[in-house]
C-alpha cells in the first residue's frame, strides 16, 4: 500500500511540475483538435469544462483539494491552423519567477511590457504573455500563441 501512495504522489508532484513547464504547452498547441480531450483527460488528469464558443476547449485541474493550485486552460483552434492558442490562469502557488526562469532556460526572450501591462517572451515559433499583476484572487494570466 506505502509503494502504491508513493507512486500516486510522485505522479502527482510530477504532472504539477510537468504543467508548469514550457514543453508541456508547446506540446499541447500542436496536439490535433479532435484528440485534445483524450491527451487532457486521460493523459494528464484535467476535467473537461463547457463552453458556448466555437473551436475551443477547457480544461481545469486543481491539485490536492487545493485551490491555489488551479490550471484552468482554454484552448482556441483558429480554423485552418495546425496549432492552437493557449490562454491559461494559475493559482497563487505557481512561481512566475520560476516559470519566467525556465522561459529564458528554453529559448525565450524577454521583449518588455506591452500597453496592456503583459510581459512578452518570444522565440522563433511562439510568443508567451504573461500578466505582471495576479487579479484579485491572486491567479496568473498566460496566453501561448504560436507564431505563424
Not at 475551443?56 to 486543481?62: L, V
Not at 526562469?101 to 515559433?125: A, C, F, M, P, T
Amino acid at each position: 500500500m506505502k509503494r502504491i501512495l508513493a507512486l500516486l504522489t510522485l505522479f502527482l508532484s510530477i504532472n504539477l511540475t510537468y504543467s508548469q513547464n514550457i514543453k508541456f504547452l508547446e506540446q499541447i498547441s500542436t496536439i490535433s483538435f479532435w484528440d485534445i480531450d483524450d491527451v487532457m483527460i486521460n493523459g494528464y488528469g484535467y476535467r473537461k469544462m463547457e463552453v458556448e464558443q466555437e473551436r475551443t476547449r477547457k480544461y481545469a485541474k486543481i491539485v490536492d483539494d487545493n485551490i491555489n493550485s488551479v490550471i484552468v486552460i482554454s484552448i482556441l483552434n483558429p480554423k485552418n491552423s495546425s496549432t492552437h492558442t493557449l490562454d491559461l490562469s494559475v493559482g497563487s502557488d505557481y512561481s512566475m519567477d520560476k516559470f519566467k526562469s525556465n522561459l529564458v532556460e528554453y529559448g525565450y526572450l524577454y521583449q518588455g511590457k506591452n500597453d496592456y501591462d503583459l510581459l512578452i517572451y518570444r522565440n522563433d515559433k511562439n510568443n508567451i504573455l504573461i500578466s505582471s499583476v495576479p487579479n484579485k484572487v491572486g491567479a496568473t494570466q498566460i496566453i501561448f500563441a504560436p507564431i505563424e
